[in-house]
T-cell receptor, first 116, second 114 residues
């Protein structure tokens, strides 16, 4: 299996532009997570899905952020309009269903976003 | 809410030295505990995990024991190698509340010198 795939790996954009990050989870996994990593706040959950349905979006910073999962093999995280404070590494992770909290999450390589 | 506290880094050791990275947690219910490792420029990889009290997770010479009485999950390795240089994250999920998302500590950078 190729693991979790994220694209692009790097994104540089200007403030005010729309940014779309993409994720393909591991085939057969039922859960998909979006995390953000910054120096100031560390690793934090943005949103996660179960069977394509958003379960917890309490970490989504504000209305400028939106996430979708139109099918089991694809998810997007969109920022519109982007701001310099959105600069971070965004990770996608997926996990199988199973015993509720013990399933391993498999992380993608991340998208490094820089908003100028 | 749930939280994880890790020792501040960086931790700098010589090759073959003993490693301990402290991790304590606060959680409702009975969490599952994890150690993830992040190598430069890469995503996180699971290193080991433990799902109930007194369980010991182990992998690649690393070990950690789930201590409910002290709410701790310290990471240890008897003899580190240069290739162990990375950032290590302690994390938990809280099964009773059904929240599958990981709550992470701040990470501890390990630097192993030859």
């Amino acid at each position: 299996d190729a693991g979790v795939i994220q694209s692009p790996r790097h994104e540089v954009t200007e403030m005010g532009q729309e940014v779309t990050l993409r994720c393909k989870p591991i085939s057969g996994h039922d859960y998909l997570f979006w995390y953000r990593q910054t120096m100031m706040r560390g690793l934090e959950l943005l949103i996660y899905f179960n069977n394509n349905v958003p379960i917890d979006d309490s970490g989504m910073p504000e209305d400028r952020f939106s996430a979708k999962m139109p099918n089991a093999s694809f998810s997007t995280l969109k920022i519109q309009p982007s701001e310099p404070r959105d600069s971070a590494v965004y990770f996608c992770a997926s996990s199988a269903a199973g015993r509720m909290s013990a399933e391993t999450q498999y992380f993608g390589p991340g998208t490094r976003l820089l908003v100028l | 809410g749930d939280s994880v506290t890790q020792m501040e880094g960086p931790v700098t050791l010589s090759e073959e030295a003993f490693l301990t990275i402290n991790c304590t947690y606060t959680a409702t219910g009975y969490p599952s505990l994890f150690w993830y490792v992040q190598y430069p420029g890469e995503g996180l990889q699971l290193l080991l995990k433990a799902t109930k009290a007194d369980d010991k997770g182990s992998n690649k010479g690393f070990e950690a024991t789930y201590r409910k009485e002290t709410t701790s999950f310290h990471l240890e390795k008897g003899s580190v190698q240069v290739s162990d240089s990375a950032v290590y994250f302690c994390a938990l999920t809280t099964g009773d509340t059904g929240r599958r998302a990981l709550t992470f500590g701040s990470g501890t950078r390990l630097q192993v010198q030859p």
